[in-house]
């Protein structure tokens, strides 16, 4: 028996070639040579970059969750916490990057855990910015399952205020998005925050 795996990348060819052609022109109107050794496959390989690092847009986040929706009647915290996370600023089509920490209260329903963490995933890769992609978890948790309550937290920090920009190399964003319990419940919110911080 051969258990061995073997993951397989698929892009439309259509797609792959137009963005191919569009980084060669970009590239020329950078002043390089795309014909040069180095660059010769550059267009190709970019493209599939730009495929993967934006495949969010053809996953749907609520489905991920649905897809392993189980009745339980556990009513704690759930924390996934140290989800990592890349994603590219729409401003700039620079990476973020760092770590969410997502926690949910059932109310009757359950989820795999590891489809928190694609969820996240599934946001995150797309045209994003920090603010929009916490309340897009957060909402997405809350709609699937009906909680009660969703606390989601994300720390990164952004290559275009790293690399250009205020050349800021140390700084780091944290936003913070909350429904029901964690929203109203002090108590609640500050047991998620001391959880993640531990």
């Known amino acids: 028996m051969n258990c061995n795996y073997d993951k397989e990348e698929r892009f439309d060819s259509d797609t792959l070639r137009a963005l191919g052609e569009h980084y060669e022109a970009i590239l020329k109107l950078l002043g390089e040579d795309p014909a040069r050794e180095g660059l010769l496959k550059t267009p190709e ?4 970059a ?5 495949k969010g847009y053809d996953e749907d986040p609520r489905e991920i969750l649905l ?3 189980f009745k339980e009647e556990y009513r704690q915290m759930v924390i996934v916490k140290d989800i990592e996370l890349y994603s590219l600023c729409e401003h700039h089509m620079l990476p973020f990057y760092g770590k969410a920490h997502v926690a ?12 928190i963490a694609r969820v996240v995933e599934a946001y995150a890769r797309r045209l994003q910015v920090q603010e929009r992609l916490t309340v897009q978890i957060r909402d997405c948790i809350q709609k699937a399952l009906n909680p009660l309550g969703v606390a989601v937290v994300i720390e990164a920090s952004h290559m275009c205020m790293q690399m250009r920009g205020v050349e800021k190399q140390s700084s780091s964003t944290t936003t913070s998005a ?10 609640t919110r500050e047991e998620f925050i001391h959880l993640i911080k531990s």
Request: net charge positive; hydrophobic share 40%; charged share 10%.
């Open 178 to 187: 909350f429904t029901g319990a964690f929203l109203t419940q002090m108590q």
């Open 50 to 54: 730009m495929c993967f690092l934006t």
């Open 45 to 48: 390989r970019v493209a599939k």
């Open 67 to 69: 897809s392993a929706k």
């Open 104 to 115: 949910y209260i059932p109310n009757g329903y359950i989820t795999g855990l590891s489809k």
